[in-house]
């Protein structure tokens, strides 16, 4: 079913090429990848505002329901009424705005590999950021000296960030630390913002090779 799906979603996407713009074609391949797939896969927008609610969306309807929204063009206007049902920050029509060539860095695929919504807790201590659970397979083991361990990040403006990774007491909770309260206090981070982290695979020159990415959507709530 799934490989028989992305070679129709295949087709689905040379259509909504030809049909309309690179970009386009971009989003319909990440729709129909994510309702093929779920996060197994290389996407070429990152999150926005308004995709972070898709996974919802696309639960109430089967994946060639998906695929046939696609191709005939009622997707996007479909989910966009989803939104405004169910999420009052959305309204009907001009407020919402679909991902665009911003949201894209050219020649390189995203894969999100956790994300963490700010809390209350997480905005009156700067100096950290408790990780989710699922950050824990995202890491190298720990070497000798966890003290050490520092990983770097690149922002959609191609910036560079680097955290300190630390062990709590609990051994699957890990905490960013030194280099936080920077990114924290530059990007204006407030409650119910969402940092996403992303594994991310340069195609622009052979062979490839891979960086990590941080991101930020301002203010999601949820309904």
């Known amino acids: 079913m799934v490989i028989g799906g992305l070679k129709y979603a ?5 259509f909504c090429w030809e049909r309309s713009s690179e970009i386009a074609a971009a989003r319909a391949y990440d729709s129909a990848a994510r309702k093929l797939l779920n996060n197994e896969f290389l996407c070429n927008l990152l999150l926005t505002n308004v995709t972070i609610h898709e996974p919802i969306f696309q639960n109430m309807y089967n994946p060639d329901d998906i695929i046939n929204m ?5 997707y996007e206007p479909n989910y966009i009424k989803f939104l405004s049902n169910h999420y009052p920050s959305f309204r009907y029509g001009d407020s919402v705005a679909m991902p665009t060539s911003l949201d894209s860095i050219e020649g390189v695929l995203f894969k999100e590999m956790f994300r963490k919504e700010l809390l209350m807790g997480d905005i009156t201590n700067e100096n950290l950021l408790v990780l989710p659970n699922e950050a824990q397979p995202c890491f190298h083991p720990w070497n000798s000296n966890p003290d050490e361990l520092w990983f770097e990040y690149k922002d959609r403006r191609y ?3 680097v955290f300190q990774l630390c ?6 909770i890990y905490v960013i630390t030194t280099g936080w ?21 340069d195609m622009r020159n052979f062979p490839c090779s891979s960086f990590s990415m941080i991101d930020v959507i301002r203010g999601v709530k949820n309904r």
């Open 10 to 14: 295949f087709k689905t996407i040379i």
């Open 70 to 74: 696609i191709r005939d063009g009622s």
């Open 159 to 161: 910036r560079s960030w």
């Open 167 to 172: 062990r709590t007491n609990n051994p699957q």
């Open 181 to 201: 309260k920077k990114f924290f206090n530059e990007m204006e981070l407030r409650v119910n913002d969402i940092v996403l982290f992303y594994g991310c695979k």
